[in-house]
């Protein structure tokens, strides 16, 4: 880690919630687990392949979620709904509503933190002020917040249904600053998204940090993010979030190009 410059340090960490610090796609992939296991129409889609088309169908109805076009019960059994239809079960709305509550509660079970998310909340809670910026329902992601056991360290929740629009709208970062005191300029954006939170923060002016669990390809428009790739051990993240500018791997889980 010799070469590091010392970066302007920020006052304000904004961090995405889901797949960032709450690991939504363990808890969908076990809940998705059980329900496939359940049906024979489903068990005999590949499991991949049954993912795929789940991930496909819950996009599309998260947006009408967002929007405000759906209730959230009512979309999660139009999901299974549109499963059981593509798998050519027919339309039996007992076994429906079944499969989307037996998706539920195990989804709810599931639950938890993504590694070393506690740790890095509270290793930065005396020095800087920190957020979350959510796509998503007030009450869920504050249900989410208090089971992982953030809240000590959060100090300002932003989502998208509490104020009306969503990322990558630079609006919705801007609301997150006007909660933390903070200016753009002096504010980080870490999330897994990289066109609602790498490109999002980007147009409010907050120096964006892509959090990349999963490896994958960086855009074209990478240069000069910093990605991570892990949250434990810290270092990495500690590393992009308060140094700089290294054209070289700076350590374990951390990438950065020069700007």
């Not at 006052?11 to 919630?17: E, G, S, T, Y």
């Not at 610090?21 to 359940?38: G, M």
């Not at 909340?121 to 959510?134: T, Y």
Request: charged share 25%; glycine share 6%.
């Amino acid at each position: 880690m010799q070469n590091v410059r010392l970066r302007h340090s920020p006052r304000a960490v904004l961090f995405d919630l889901d797949d960032t610090l709450f690991d939504h796609e363990q808890a969908a992939r076990t809940a998705l687990t059980r329900v496939h296991a359940l049906h024979k129409a489903f068990t005999l889609w590949p499991f991949d392949a049954f993912e795929q088309a789940h991930t496909r169908v819950l996009e599309e109805l998260h947006l009408q979620v967002i929007a405000g076009e759906r209730g959230v019960d009512n979309a999660r059994e139009e999901r299974f709904r549109r499963l059981f239809a593509e798998s050519g079960a027919g339309d039996d709305s007992d076994q429906v509503r079944a499969t989307a509550a037996s998706y539920r509660e195990a989804y709810l079970a599931a639950r938890r933190p993504v590694d070393g998310a506690r740790a890095v909340l509270a290793a930065l809670k005396p020095r800087v002020r920190v957020g979350i910026v959510s796509n998503n329902l007030l009450d869920e992601q504050q249900a989410k917040i208090k089971l992982c056991g953030f809240d000590p360290y959060v100090d300002a929740l932003v989502v998208s249904e509490a104020v009306g629009v969503s990322k990558p709208d630079p609006a919705i970062f801007a609301h997150a600053l006007d909660a933390l005191g903070c200016a753009a300029r002096d504010a980080v954006m870490i999330g897994d998204s990289w066109a609602a939170d790498v490109e999002g923060a980007r147009a409010a002016g907050i120096r964006p940090i892509w959090f990349n669990r999963a490896g994958r390809q960086a855009p074209e428009a990478s240069h000069g993010v910093c990605e991570i790739s892990t949250l434990a051990p810290m270092d990495a993240v500690m590393t992009a979030i308060f140094h700089a500018d290294s054209p070289s791997d700076l350590g374990t889980g951390l990438r950065c190009a020069s700007a």
